[in-house]
């Protein structure tokens, strides 16, 4: 909106760097502005302005009849002057949001109070900004605009932060309580209950409804020390912190390249030329803004997304942000890294000795931070997990982000593990932070530690075998195992300890049916009890009784088998104590290393003859399929010592 002042015709002319009021009679007054001229007449202007009656009674001591004057420091520059020149002429004036801030600081500056004349300029300009400015969102945010160029005159007379708390208010108030303040925005006014007006009568029509980040994109345009105000002056009203995350994370995205990566160059530059009048930001404004974006930034869980967090932190990585600011940021991805993706944690290692591709050291630090978020909140709190039949994980419904970040890294490991410049006590180190019970299966983790032994082939054995004792052997899948059982990188103890295993869980699992067996056996004599009298329900007995036959006939065929099984494994043994006899009693590869697995047996109770239920299935189907893998197990073991590999476990050997 605008307001016009004066009535009479612009008799105004500019000549290159001269003004000319041609009101038909002769100038006796040159007033210079800056590098412009304005030939003007004495009186229009005392009469209005303190300053100019000071400045023309000096310089007409003289007996010159036209003086010259200079005006220095006035705000708005000559531009201002010559509204204000039009003002004291009456000449017809408009009033708007961009220029009522500049002609309320020159007014100021130039002293046109009510005492040299009613209705002077400070007034007008006062009663504009009041009345008109700052009810309406569109003009306030304009009339901030204009302040940066007004510093400090804006700021003494508070018109900036009268225009920040104009916006703060409208942007802390329901958009869809009344429609207001954002149908101001060039569209009609509405009644009280929304509904659109024309003339002062309700249309009946309703706008849309607005959600809370309606502001976001017109915010981008304030500079950012202008940004950073109404940011503080919200916080200080009680916005909520989400809101206020999502305008910050706007506002970086707009001017800070390094966050976009998938826009083009063009756009980018176009977008962010609000930063500095059209040209690109450069390093150090860029720094400089990712630093207090982070101050900024409440620090609290899932204001963000986890993405964007890690955008600003590599983007605070590529401008050498402060320490802390970087520090900040990993704790915050720390906070929810469970909201990651392995792209995410796939940053580019930019020091100087460029020991790794990747950075696994912030990796590292990352994880620190949400172990001991986790541990401060009691999410694991050491509490075994399992996996049920169907492959879900069984336990607190507090160990799944904590179930899911060591997947994560378990996936990152396996990703940074054909780096031959990752050594393997960094590789140990981010392996074995993940606590234990984070795990409920070690597939993941045998898949990273079999591609970082495929990428380091010259390590050495111990070094191979310190590194397999990151695994534990009986959270492996049949999947797992059966490659294990196969692989030519791994050391020969670490592929009798995964038989080992297999078998036991093979055993186990036939003990469990062995119960369900027995139970099912119980509950026949009470089913053939209960139905003695029942004609009608003797289909069922006998049913029952056919299924329960089956069942034996089936348990008998596994008894064989498990005795089969113990036969084979007998075998291995043997050839396995050869083997170690062959090679000088153990100067071999794994020398004694069969008596040493026996004896450490034996001391853990988990001899081959003993039947110790650790794990059960009571489903029948658990029986035939522990049959054929116990036949697969065995004739895979024995390819194995015939020297016939087949393919990786979840990719090429």
Known sequence: MALKLGSKSDAFQRQGQAWFCTTGLPSDLTVEVDDMSFHLHKFPLLSKSGVMERKITEASAGDEEKCTINITGIPGGAKAFELVAKFCYGMKLELTASNVGSLRCAAEHLEMTEEYGEGNLIMQTENFMNQVVLRTWQDSLKALQTCEDLTPFADELNITSRCIESLAVKASTDPNLFGWPMMERGGPMQ???????????????RPKNLSSDWWYEDATVLSFPLYKRLISCMQSRGMKPEIIAGSLSFYAKRYLPGLNRRQSIGESSARIGHFSQGALPSEGDQRTLVDEIDRLLPMQKGLVPTKFLFGLLRTAVILRASDSCM???????????????????????LSHSMETLYNVDCVQRILEHFLEMDQAVGGGGGSPCSVDDDGQLVGSPSLTPITM?????????AEVAPDVNLKLPKFQTLAAAVPEYARPLDDGLYRAVDVYLKSHPWLAESDKEQLCRLMDCQKLSLEACTHAAQNERLPLRIVVQVLFFEQLQLRTSIAGCFLVSENLDGGSRQLRSGMAGSAAEGGGWTGATRENQVLKVGMDNMRMRVTELEKECSNMREEIEKLGQAKGGGGGRDGGSSTKWFGMSKKLGLGFGGVKSQMCSAEEKSISNNKK??????????DHQHGKHKKGFSHED
């Open 629 to 638: 893998g116990g036949n697969a197990k065995i004739a895979k073991f024995k």
């Open 405 to 413: 970040v060591a997947k994560l890294i378990d996936g990152y490991l």
């Open 191 to 205: 009644s009280p209950g929304g509904s659109l007006l024309w003339n002062g009568i309700s249309t009946g029509a």
């Open 327 to 349: 520090s900040n940021l990993e704790r915050r991805i720390g906070m929810q890294l469970d909201q990651a993706t392995l792209e995410d944690l796939l940053m580019p290692n």
